[in-house]
C-alpha cells in the first residue's frame, strides 16, 4: 500500500532532551516536507527537500533540522526541544515538487515537551 | 511573499444544504499551484484537489467542485447538497517558487465545516 510512515505518533518527552521523528514513503516519491499543525493557524511548513540531498526552510525552522540522505527517508530532529514546539506533527510527499497528485501525509505525531 | 486566507472559521449548515468556502490567496510568482484537503475528525489529511495557475476551469467532482478566479485570486470550494459526512476542517494551499527551482507550500488556516442532520 502507498502510504507515508510517521513514528512514533504520540511522543512525550522533557525540555532538552533530543528526539528524531521518523517519516518514510514508499512511492519513490522526490518531494517531502514536514508541518506542524497548531489550533488557530492552520498547517505551516518547517522544512522540505526536494531530492537527496537537498533541503530548504520552510516558515517555521526554527528548533529543528532534518536531512535527506536517502529518497525514502526524512527524519525531522529537535535537538533541543522546548514546550512551544508541542504539536501535531505530519511529514508528507509527492511525486514532483510542484506537488503533482497532491502531496501525501502521514497520519501524524503528536508531540507533548514538558 | 505568499499567504492563503480563508476567512470563515467555522461553518453550519444543515444537511442537504449547499455550503461554499472562500479561498483567497496571495503570490507574486506566475506559476504556481493551489490545492483542497479535507481533515475529518480522524486527523488524517485527505487530498481533495490539485489546480495550477494557467488552468481556471473549473471543476466538478461529484457534490464538489471548485471555482478558480485569477482576477480575484480566489479559489472557492463548492459542496452541493452537504452530508454529515463532509463534516471536516478544510484547507487551502498555495504552492510556488517553480522559478527558483524551490517549492514552500502555505497553508490556510482552516475552515471548520459543521453539517448537522
Known amino acids: 500500500e502507498a502510504q507515508v510512515t510517521q513514528n512514533p505518533r504520540y511522543l512525550i518527552t522533557v525540555t532538552g532532551k533530543k528526539l528524531t521523528v521518523t517519516c518514510s514513503q514508499n512511492m519513490n516519491h522526490e518531494y517531502m516536507s514536514w508541518y506542524r499543525q497548531d489550533p488557530g493557524l492552520g498547517l505551516r511548513q518547517i522544512y522540505y527537500?526536494?531530492?537527496?540531498?537537498?533541503?530548504d526552510k520552510g516558515d517555521v525552522p526554527e528548533g529543528y533540522k532534518v536531512s535527506r540522505k536517502e529518497k525514502r527517508n526524512f527524519p525531522l530532529i529537535l535537538e533541543s526541544p522546548s514546550p512551544n514546539q508541542t504539536s501535531l506533527y505530519f511529514c508528507?510527499?509527492?511525486?514532483?515538487?510542484?506537488?503533482?497528485?497532491?502531496?501525501?501525509f502521514g497520519s501524524g505525531t503528536r508531540l507533548t515537551v514538558v | 511573499a505568499q499567504k492563503v486566507t480563508q476567512a470563515q472559521t467555522e461553518i453550519s449548515v444543515v444537511e442537504k444544504e449547499d455550503v461554499t468556502l472562500d479561498c483567497v490567496y496571495e503570490t507574486r510568482d506566475t506559476t504556481y499551484y493551489l490545492f483542497w484537503y479535507k481533515q475529518p475528525p480522524s486527523g488524517e489529511l485527505v487530498f481533495l484537489i490539485r489546480?495550477?495557475?494557467?488552468?481556471?476551469q473549473n471543476e466538478i467532482s461529484g457534490r464538489y467542485s471548485w471555482n478558480f478566479q485569477k482576477s480575484t485570486s480566489s479559489f472557492n470550494f463548492t459542496i452541493t447538497a452537504s452530508q454529515v459526512v463532509d463534516s471536516a476542517v478544510y484547507f487551502c494551499?498555495?504552492?510556488?517558487?517553480?522559478?527558483?527551482?524551490?517549492?514552500?507550500?502555505?497553508f490556510g488556516t482552516g475552515t471548520k465545516l459543521q453539517v448537522i442532520p
Open positions: 489546480r495550477n495557475s494557467f488552468d481556471e
Open positions: 527537500s526536494m531530492n537527496v540531498e537537498v533541503t
Open positions: 494551499a498555495l504552492s510556488e517558487g517553480s522559478s527558483g527551482g524551490y517549492q514552500k507550500v502555505t
Open positions: 508528507a510527499s509527492s511525486l514532483s515538487v510542484t506537488g503533482m497528485g497532491g502531496y501525501t
